[in-house]
T-cell receptor, first 115, second 112 residues
Framework: DAGVIQSPRHEVTEMGQEVTLRCKPI?????LFWYRQTMMRGLELLIY????????DSGMPEDRFSAKMPNASFSTLKIQPSEPRDSAVYFC?????????????FGPGTRLTVT | GQQLNQSPQSMFIQEGEDVSMNCTSS?????WLWYKQDPGEGPVLLIA?????ELTSNGRLTAQFGITRKDSFLNISASIPSDVGIYFC????????????FGSGTQLTVLP
């Protein structure tokens, strides 16, 4: 079975440019999560969706960050305008609602470098 | 926010040795997950625990959900070079919906 798919794997952009990260969750999963990983702060949850609806975006650092999930098989995380401090690895993860059990499966990540 | 204290931060061991690492918190968790992350890749789920006292194995890996529900342990037996990586614990707080709290990771190095 295909796991979580993310693209691009690497992105290098200049400060001020718009960046769009893409994610395809595992088929049948109804939860989708966006995380950011840095050395200083570790893994941080940015936002998560349930059935394509944003549930909690309290982790989104600023208004420059936005996320959408137009359908069950696709989500985007957009940064506009990007800044050097946004450089990090961004992960998408998905899970399937199963009572109280939780298993989140991660994609390979997008390594973002903003110069 | 809620923190998970994961220790040790790093370990250097000889191939064939057993490894233990743990996560503790001052809060009660309903779920504990253990992940492994290889360089340049995303975390891979190793073991999931859902009940206090639960002991679950996955090959040479064994994890336990602490009786107090505030801690969890991961043991790796007879380590091999491919065990190298960063191991993360993650917990689901009671009442926190689907939001996992992650530990800071244990960097494991296996020496030949």
């Amino acid at each position: 079975d295909a796991g979580v798919i993310q693209s691009p794997r690497h992105e290098v952009t200049e400060m001020g440019q718009e960046v769009t990260l893409r994610c395809k969750p595992i088929s049948g999963h109804d939860y989708l999560f966006w995380y950011r990983q840095t050395m200083m702060r570790g893994l941080e949850l940015l936002i998560y969706f349930n059935n394509n609806v944003p549930i909690d975006d309290s982790g989104m650092p600023e208004d420059r960050f936005s996320a959408k999930m137009p359908n069950a098989s696709f989500s985007t995380l957009k940064i506009q305008p990007s800044e050097p401090r946004d450089s990090a690895v961004y992960f998408c993860a998905s899970s399937r609602s199963s009572g109280t059990e939780e298993k989140q499966y991660f994609g390979p990540g997008t390594r973002l470098t903003v110069t | 926010g809620q923190q998970l204290n994961q220790s040790p931060q790093s370990m250097f061991i000889q191939e064939g040795e057993d490894v233990s690492m743990n996560c503790t918190s001052s809060s009660i968790f309903n779920t504990w997950l253990w992940y492994k992350q290889d360089p340049g890749e995303g975390p891979v789920l190793l073991i999931a625990l859902y009940k206090a006292g639960e002991l679950t194995s996955n090959g040479r890996l064994t994890a336990q959900f602490g009786i107090t529900r505030k801690d969890s342990f991961l043991n790796i037996s007879a380590s091999i070079p491919s065990d190298v990586g960063i191991y993360f614990c993650a917990g689901l707080l009671s009442g926190s919906a689907r939001q996992l709290t992650f530990g800071s990771g244990t960097q494991l190095t296996v020496l030949p």
